[in-house]
């Protein structure tokens, strides 16, 4: 076993996954299985992002249910917080504290570059609001609060992750160090899962064809009919391969759930055609979602226990994180209380 020598600090990761809609399976396979695992090596802490999420309309009682089925979720998939302080951003007020602060140090023409923003803002054209704009002044904020060396992130999150480093260093660079720049964290097996029906794009929750993705949720006669719909190539050969965006996108969510390689899935499968395929990939990750489910079930039965994780969490989080920002707001010049 490769343990870090005790006087060795860890390093620290911090990452949080928004609480809108459905958690998908490429949720859990990119993101949220590689958390699970960085427990013992990293000091980690995680978030549900609930303060991002309502740069989109939220309906009250919908939201109120998400962030709850999040939290449970996410216990199930294996957060323990006892290793991992794992707490509900809106509980932790000093994040949108520094938040506010660091948007004083954000430039309009920074913001004004970032994809997600002109994505999101043709997307609800109807709400453009300032919110969507300073998301990542909110995310920068969850990060540096917490000193954290590392965050793992999607592609997609990359941009905002750059955008964080350039605050930090900008505001490093007047006051003297406070706070520590980030790495982004790429993980090993930096499985992208694509959508089932396009597999050109990655899978989203927020796609509208509901047989484009796998909820982590899904019951196994779904997982079933959406992997035997999923789109595939007409040469009904399993291998990876130019042009086979389907079977390629198959064969990478089989070897992420089997941790087999995808030779030895090409030799597993070797003369069989893409039904059986498609139905043994479905039964594959019906194995592996369901002991999640299981848990997931006896979680968001019991809300004391829910309520006591993410209290508990909280109350480490703001501890650590005021350290940060009476620091910040001492440097700047502010009257301590
Ligand atoms: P949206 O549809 O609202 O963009 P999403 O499903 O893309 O949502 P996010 O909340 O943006 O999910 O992402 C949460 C985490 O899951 C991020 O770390 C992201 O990189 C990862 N993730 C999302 N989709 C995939 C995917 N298809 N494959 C691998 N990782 C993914
Ligand atoms: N924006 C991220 C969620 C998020 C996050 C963070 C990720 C909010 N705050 C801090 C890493 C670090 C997303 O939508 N995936």
């Known amino acids: ?151 793992p992130v999607g592609v997609d999150q990359k941009q905002h992750l750059e955008l964080a480093r350039n605050i930090a260093e900008r505001f490093n660079g007047i006051y003297g160090n406070t706070f520590r720049v980030p790495d982004p964290y790429i993980a090993q097996v930096g499985a992208k899962i694509m959508s089932l029906q396009d597999p050109t794009r990655k899978m989203s929750k927020s796609d509208e064809n509901v047989n484009a993705w796998v909820a982590v949720l899904d019951k196994p006669d779904i997982i079933m009919k959406k992997f035997k719909r999923a789109v595939t190539d007409s040469e009904a050969k399993i291998c990876v391969g130019e042009g086979k965006d389907g079977i390629n996108n198959l064969i990478g969510i089989m070897s992420a759930v089997t941790g087999k390689t995808s030779d030895e899935i090409t030799a597993d499968f070797e003369g069989k055609g893409y039904g059986d395929f498609k139905v043994a990939v479905a039964e594959a990750v019906i194995e592996k979602l369901r002991p999640i489910q299981e848990r997931f079930d006896e979680y968001i039965a019991n809300k004391d226990y829910l309520t006591e994780q993410y209290r508990k969490s909280a109350e480490f989080a703001l501890r650590i994180s005021q350290r940060t920002l009476d620091k910040a707001m001492k440097k700047i010049g502010y009257l301590a209380k």
């Open 1 to 151: 076993m490769s343990e870090a020598p005790v006087t060795e600090k860890k390093k620290v990761i911090f990452s949080a996954i928004q609480p809108s809609g459905t958690i998908t399976l490429g949720n859990y396979l990119g993101a949220l299985q590689n958390w699970v695992k960085l427990q013992d090596e990293y000091n980690c802490i995680f978030a549900v992002a609930d303060l991002h999420a309502i740069t989109v309309r939220q309906e009250p009682q919908h939201f109120r249910r998400n962030i709850l089925e999040a939290y449970a979720l996410l216990l199930a998939c294996g957060i323990d917080t006892e290793k991992s302080p794992f707490f509900i951003q809106s509980h932790v007020h000093t994040h949108a504290e520094l938040a506010w602060i660091l948007n004083c140090y954000t430039q309009f023409g920074e913001l004004s570059r970032m994809t997600q923003f002109k994505d999101k803002s043709q997307k609800h054209a109807d709400n453009v609001n300032a919110g969507l704009f300073t998301y990542p002044s909110l995310m920068a904020a969850d990060i540096l609060l917490y000193q954290a060396d590392l965050v």
